[in-house]
């Protein structure tokens, strides 16, 4: 298999950092020409007005990419104390000579000068947040290779809880744990309640861990004994529990079950939750994310802390999830559109469920899997149903975003989104143009397509919100489950999306199911190999379906220009430019060179400032130095922040 012939290929970003500062006449004259509200960086005979000081802040850098694509070099920006960028220019060379120092202020002028490579700020165009900071508040599983390693990991969690207070907020904290990630094709079977209850220490403790796509959940026995055995149905519509090699799991729809009894986190915890995600998103580059499923009773605790707390520093994009999947909810107090002017909450879209996850055999597909004939996987609503649903949330004014990932129920979704752009749009206008221009109609996931269907997402324009990372970490057993034709033809498209069907994918990571790192999301698209190991599923150097690689400029777009056309704010986020929100993202070296040993570069990038709304809300030297504060400046301290 061929790696795309433009996979490699510089493009913009490669000249970004190449183009000279040199042509210092050209921009002096730019600069003076520029509207009077903002400062002369030249003439020390030209003092700043009262307020062109108070409203406006200059930046500059060594290179400034303005957006993925783009041949316009900058190096220096302004800023409103309203946070937009309000002018970005090439300065003289000489504003960028800052001595022995990584940086200089300028009061009189109110310039700031820095070394460092700045790139458009990074969203994540599907994550869950109060889940990612659940987790890192919770049991890590991912990568356990053993049972053994599963029970480990919660026992030492359970100590640790018992020292910091952390776990459950009811009952004996020390006997509640809750954690993500293990694997049954890891693990080497499907887990079940015995093995945790074989291991003296976790006997009789309240203990439930998702699988890695958090489509199934493992539980302890001391959960089991909660639920009447009478009142387990053999089958659960949409759901599975698995009952070999014994209870303990519950998949999909049957996950219900069992996540109703456990402990609910109050406002002030779930906050808690929110404000360690949003602190690590910053430190990889993370300006926004579209939330992919926020209960209305979650919207509440968004719309309260993001209007009252100084620490809401993420913009979020919100999908509505009712708190029963798949119904009609938007007259709930709380699940009412919000947009905020600053950009840092808005909810004007809702989360619908067609099917499960390809790992755990619950994808919903048109033939059975090639590894287990007996099914095609689960579709958790009906096709009329999920028509009606579409319809519905439309007609009220919201966009309609379904999760996909199997060839049916992508077909499924396709047929409903189809069928509310027919009730929406006006006869005689073309409904690609009526969705690209007004709805704006999503398919979460969307991994396995039919080529039938593919041609309908051109044809109708519906956007498709994909996860590179999903790809290499299926990669392992996709094959197996899918045959090599369907493969090969209709599973984890990318290049052919952008190339064949004119279709700009929204990228993302699924955070906290795989990694929030973007450059992570990069490397795989670009390179399709795993990025923790950068090997391919064998273990070799070669990609997986490199026919479906992207360039770095279109996986950069995919996480910046792709997201925000996903959301209404195109010229808003994602670039630099006269208007947009003044988010950036400072790195070491210019991307590009990270990229140009095959994309090996990208998977090791530190982010070295984070700025959102012309605030900076992550520095990597200041939290180095914090560290080895905590650390009572002891010799050693790692960086890896």
């Given at each position: 298999m061929a790696t795309p012939s433009n996979s490699n290929s510089p493009g913009a970003l490669y000249w970004a950092p190449?183009?000279?500062?040199?042509?210092?006449?050209?921009?002096?004259?730019?600069?003076?020409?520029?509207?009077?509200?903002?400062?002369?960086?030249?003439?020390?005979?030209?003092?700043?007005?009262?307020?062109?000081?108070t409203t406006a802040k200059t930046y500059c850098y060594t290179s400034i990419l303005t957006e993925a694509g783009s041949h316009k070099q900058a190096d220096c920006f302004s800023i409103s104390p309203d946070g937009k960028f309000t002018k970005v220019f090439n300065s003289a060379e000489d504003v960028l000579i800052v001595g022995d120092n990584d940086y200089k202020e300028d009061g009189g002028n109110n310039l700031v000068t820095m070394r460092g490579h700045v790139i458009p700020g990074i969203w994540d165009g599907h994550g869950h947040l109060i889940q990612y900071g659940e987790f890192l508040h919770s049991v890590d599983l991912f990568g356990a290779m053993s049972a053994e390693e599963v029970r480990t990991r919660v026992r030492e969690y359970l100590k640790d809880a018992e020292k910091e207070g952390e776990g459950s907020d009811v009952g004996s904290k020390e006997n509640w744990?809750?954690?993500?990630?293990?694997d049954q094709m890891v693990l080497g079977e499907m887990p079940?309640?015995?093995?945790?209850?074989?291991?003296?220490?976790?006997?009789?403790?309240?203990?439930?861990?998702?699988?890695?796509?958090?489509?199934?959940?493992?539980?302890?026995?001391?959960?089991?004994?909660l639920i009447p055995p009478e009142s387990l149905p053999e089958d659960v519509p949409g759901g599975e529990i698995i009952r070999e090699p014994g209870m303990g799991v519950f998949c999909d729809n049957?996950?219900?079950?069992?996540?109703?009894?456990?402990?609910?986190?109050?406002?002030?915890?779930?906050?808690?939750?929110?404000?360690?995600?949003?602190?690590?998103?910053?430190?990889?580059?993370?300006?926004?994310?579209?939330?992919?499923?926020?209960?209305?009773?979650?919207?509440k605790v968004f719309e309260e802390a993001s209007r009252n707390e100084d620490w809401w520093t993420l913009r979020v994009y919100a999908m509505i999830e009712c708190g029963e999947r798949n119904v009609f909810c938007p007259l709930k107090a709380d699940a009412v559109k919000t947009i905020h002017e600053d950009g840092m909450l808005t909810i004007r879209s809702v989360k619908l469920f067609a099917d499960g996850a390809l790992g755990s055999w619950g994808s919903a597909m048109i033939d059975p899997y090639s590894d287990k004939p007996s099914t095609r996987g689960s579709l958790l609503v009906n096709g009329s149903t999920l028509e009606s649903l579409a319809r519905s949330w439309s007609n009220a004014g919201y966009q309609v975003n379904i999760h996909a990932i199997g060839d049916l129920a992508n077909r499924y979704a396709i047929d409903a989104?189809?069928?509310?752009?027919?009730?929406a749009c006006p006869k005689g206008t073309s409904l690609k143009d009526c969705q690209n221009q007004s709805h704006r109609?999503?398919?979460?996931?969307?991994?396995?397509?039919?080529?039938?269907?593919?041609?309908?997402?051109?044809?109708?324009?519906?956007?498709?919100?994909?996860?590179?990372?999903?790809?290499?970490?299926?990669?392992?057993?996709?094959?197996?489950?899918?045959?090599?034709?369907?493969?090969?033809?209709?599973?984890?498209?990318?290049?052919?999306?952008?190339?064949?069907?004119?279709?700009?994918?929204?990228?993302?990571?699924?955070?906290?199911?795989?990694?929030?790192?973007?450059?992570?999301?990069?490397?795989?698209?670009?390179?399709?190999?795993?990025?923790?190991?950068?090997?391919?599923?064998?273990?070799?150097?070669?990609?997986?379906?490199?026919?479906?690689?992207?360039?770095?400029?279109?996986?950069?777009?995919?996480?910046?220009?792709?997201?925000?056309?996903?959301?209404?704010?195109?010229?808003?986020?994602?670039?630099?430019?006269?208007?947009?929100?003044?988010?950036?993202?400072?790195?070491?070296?210019?991307?590009?060179?990270?990229?140009?040993?095959?994309?090996?570069?990208?998977?090791?990038?530190?982010?070295?400032?984070?700025?959102?709304?012309?605030?900076?809300?992550?520095?990597?030297?200041?939290?180095?130095?914090?560290?080895?504060?905590?650390?009572?400046?002891?010799?050693?301290?790692?960086?890896?922040?």
């Amino acid at each position: 298999m061929a790696t795309p012939s433009n996979s490699n290929s510089p493009g913009a970003l490669y000249w970004a950092p190449r183009i000279s500062l040199g042509a210092l006449a050209i921009a002096f004259l730019i600069h003076l020409n520029h509207p009077a509200s903002s400062f002369s960086l030249f003439s020390p005979s030209i003092t700043p007005n009262a307020e062109s000081v108070t409203t406006a802040k200059t930046y500059c850098y060594t290179s400034i990419l303005t957006e993925a694509g783009s041949h316009k070099q900058a190096d220096c920006f302004s800023i409103s104390p309203d946070g937009k960028f309000t002018k970005v220019f090439n300065s003289a060379e000489d504003v960028l000579i800052v001595g022995d120092n990584d940086y200089k202020e300028d009061g009189g002028n109110n310039l700031v000068t820095m070394r460092g490579h700045v790139i458009p700020g990074i969203w994540d165009g599907h994550g869950h947040l109060i889940q990612y900071g659940e987790f890192l508040h919770s049991v890590d599983l991912f990568g356990a290779m053993s049972a053994e390693e599963v029970r480990t990991r919660v026992r030492e969690y359970l100590k640790d809880a018992e020292k910091e207070g952390e776990g459950s907020d009811v009952g004996s904290k020390e006997n509640w744990a809750r954690g993500v990630g293990w694997d049954q094709m890891v693990l080497g079977e499907m887990p079940s309640a015995a093995m945790l209850e074989s291991d003296p220490a976790l006997k009789g403790k309240f203990i439930m861990l998702d699988r890695v796509d958090v489509h199934c959940t493992w539980v302890s026995q001391a959960i089991l004994d909660l639920i009447p055995p009478e009142s387990l149905p053999e089958d659960v519509p949409g759901g599975e529990i698995i009952r070999e090699p014994g209870m303990g799991v519950f998949c999909d729809n049957a996950m219900d079950i069992v996540t109703s009894l456990w402990p609910r986190p109050d406002a002030e915890r779930k906050k808690t939750f929110l404000k360690s995600a949003m602190k690590e998103l910053h430190k990889v580059g993370l300006v926004g994310m579209n939330d992919a499923g926020v209960t209305p009773t979650d919207l509440k605790v968004f719309e309260e802390a993001s209007r009252n707390e100084d620490w809401w520093t993420l913009r979020v994009y919100a999908m509505i999830e009712c708190g029963e999947r798949n119904v009609f909810c938007p007259l709930k107090a709380d699940a009412v559109k919000t947009i905020h002017e600053d950009g840092m909450l808005t909810i004007r879209s809702v989360k619908l469920f067609a099917d499960g996850a390809l790992g755990s055999w619950g994808s919903a597909m048109i033939d059975p899997y090639s590894d287990k004939p007996s099914t095609r996987g689960s579709l958790l609503v009906n096709g009329s149903t999920l028509e009606s649903l579409a319809r519905s949330w439309s007609n009220a004014g919201y966009q309609v975003n379904i999760h996909a990932i199997g060839d049916l129920a992508n077909r499924y979704a396709i047929d409903a989104l189809e069928a509310a752009l027919r009730d929406a749009c006006p006869k005689g206008t073309s409904l690609k143009d009526c969705q690209n221009q007004s709805h704006r109609f999503r398919i979460e996931h969307s991994q396995i397509i039919h080529p039938t269907d593919q041609a309908r997402i051109r044809d109708l324009g519906i956007i498709l919100s994909i996860q590179p990372t999903h790809a290499t970490s299926d990669m392992a057993y996709a094959e197996s489950r899918l045959g090599p034709n369907r493969t090969a033809t209709e599973a984890y498209r990318m290049r052919s999306l952008i190339h064949d069907l004119q279709v700009q994918p929204v990228l993302g990571s699924d955070f906290p199911v795989e990694p929030p790192n973007p450059f992570e999301g990069m490397y795989a698209a670009v390179t399709r190999k795993n990025p923790h190991t950068g090997k391919n599923a064998d273990g070799g150097d070669e990609g997986w379906y490199t026919e479906e690689a992207l360039s770095l400029d279109e996986a950069l777009s995919g996480f910046t220009k792709g997201v925000a056309g996903g959301m209404f704010t195109e010229g808003k986020t994602g670039v630099i430019r006269e208007g947009a929100f003044a988010d950036w993202v400072v790195l070491d070296e210019p991307l590009v060179l990270a990229a140009l040993d095959n994309g090996e570069g990208l998977r090791k990038i530190k982010v070295r400032e984070t700025w959102v709304g012309g605030r900076k809300v992550y520095d990597r030297e200041e939290e180095k130095q914090k560290k080895a504060a905590a650390a009572g400046g002891k010799e050693g301290v790692s960086e890896d922040l």
